[in-house]
């Protein structure tokens, strides 16, 4: 089935520890996002990504780090740096149109906490 | 930033009766869109509509625009339980180069 995968759907860290969240798509789309969700919050955008080996830094970048080495793949690190890590992690996917952000396809979320 | 402020935070209706989510933003925007999201899970794209664009139907969803107000609603008819979830309005700002920004969420309860 086409969509987006995220792993692991839920991660244990101790502080001081860097932990990497998995995020691949097989819809071959152009642009690929991460999002952090906090309890009764909305979505807050950390990187996104418009083609290969280039993203962007989005609200909330700091203490993160992402790669797109591959057009189906965006994998997440939550390095130590990151003072408040637990949280809900969301993946999401999407066609580049013009100027325009057209609708994102979502993965299932991945749950951090840190001990 | 938070761009879209969703109102009522909190919604509790019957099964049968419509709901109606508003949802306000700051500066001009490309497009206006709806997701769902089930608790603990991913969210869904529901509908997108576009800055010239008043109002947009999806099955039992209906969306309106008003760019002069800055605002937007999605109406929910004939609810069911299987509507429960948390709703977001998400803008596509002017110059935003792909960031999407989504306001807080209405949190909807439909009751058998």
């Known amino acids: 089935d086409g969509g987006i995968t995220q792993s692991p759907k839920y991660l244990f860290r101790k502080e001081g520890q860097n932990v990497t969240l998995s995020c691949e798509q097989n819809l071959n789309h152009d642009a690929m996002y991460w999002y952090r969700q906090d309890p009764g919050q909305g979505l807050r955008l950390i990187y996104y990504s418009q083609i290969v080996n280039d993203f962007q830094k989005g609200d909330i970048a700091e203490g993160y780090s992402v790669s797109r080495e591959k057009k189906e793949s965006f994998p997440l690190t939550v390095t130590s740096a990151q003072k408040n890590p637990t949280a809900f992690y969301l993946c999401?996917?999407?066609?580049?149109?013009?100027?325009?952000?057209?609708?994102?396809?979502f993965g299932e979320g991945s749950r951090l906490t840190v001990l | 930033s938070q761009q879209g402020e969703e109102d009522p935070q909190a919604l509790s209706i019957q099964e049968g009766e419509n709901a109606t989510m508003n949802c306000s933003y700051k500066t001009s925007i490309n497009n206006l869109q709806w997701y769902r999201q089930n608790s603990g899970r991913g969210l869904v794209h529901l509908i997108l509509?576009?800055?010239?664009?008043r109002e947009k139907h999806s099955g039992r969803l209906r969306v309106t625009l008003d760019t002069s107000k800055k605002s937007s609603s999605l109406l929910i008819t004939a609810s069911r339980a299987a509507d429960t979830a948390s709703y977001f309005c998400a803008t596509d700002a002017m110059g935003s180069q792909g960031n999407l920004i989504f306001g807080k969420g209405t949190k909807l309860s439909v009751k058998p």
């Open positions: 509509i576009r800055s010239n664009e």
């Open positions: 999401a996917s999407s066609i580049l149109s013009g100027g325009d952000t057209g609708e994102l396809f």
